[in-house]
DNA sequence: CTCTATCTTTACGTTTACGTCAACGTGACT
DNA sequence: AGTCACGTTGACGTAAACGTAAAGATAGAG
């Protein structure tokens, strides 16, 4: 037995979902925990598992993307796979986190520009108020 | 009238998506194109807010937050607006980029390591086809 | 004028990712 | 024994983002 176990309800309040939320993912077979009597514990696997499934939601990953995504991880569950397979599944999954990391950057550029709108329009105000002939 | 114009399949077609896609988006108030006769028209300003959303959707926005962000682009929509609350809305959208981005970076990292793995397979592999003995 | 391609509206269906009860079990207090 | 707090299993509901099929308008080619 691990030395260190979760409820259900601890790892729902750690990363801010439902405990429904948990449950519809073990339906889904994104996590299996163990069970003492017939309550669910989860081992610190289970909750790696669960904050890389969250942390793909984050990006609009489906739950099945971010699954087999952590399975590339998986040494022992990697032996009955195709080595090429594998590897294309990885370049695959690089490109289009690469196509999202250059639009979250195009998407930053934009906030800039419109913050500097802001600045200024902030600061014509104030200047108004004070009085402040402008240049 | 503007000197260039889309036709709905000529944009499917360009941004990958399907006709129904775009109308859906119509319905959802995220563009209104013309019309020629009961024929959608498209203009290049159109096209982009397309393109926008589309880029959203990539990095898992929804379709609302897309419109939300496009609309803080838009000088003459804001002029409506709470200059403090387009403000708080600008730092918050940025934060969760960041987010993303930090995301996107640590699964780009995982990623590496996987292809690392692959690659030391793959040499050994091509080690005991030719005969080569290991260091 | 017919045929074909491309458009239109209307409407119901589908998938994903949960929300929201309801009804019940279980251990710990008091 | 009663009553919380917390857990469980169904089962139905829902919002978002389209898919898909039906039925008709319209314009150009032959």
Redesign the interface.
Known sequence: MPAQTYTISELAHEFGVTTRTIRFYEEKGLVCPMRQGQKRLYTPADRVRLKLIL?G?????TLQDSVE?ID??E?QRNSGRQ?QS??SS?AE??AT?????K??????A??D???Q??AQ??SK?SNKRAGTKKK
Do not use: W
């Open positions: 942390r939601k984050r990006i609009g990953m995504l590339m991880y040494p080595l594998l590897i990885v999954r690089r986190l690469l196509q999202q990391k639009d979250i950057d195009d998407m930053l934009g906030l520009e419109v913050q709108l802001c329009a902030l105000r």
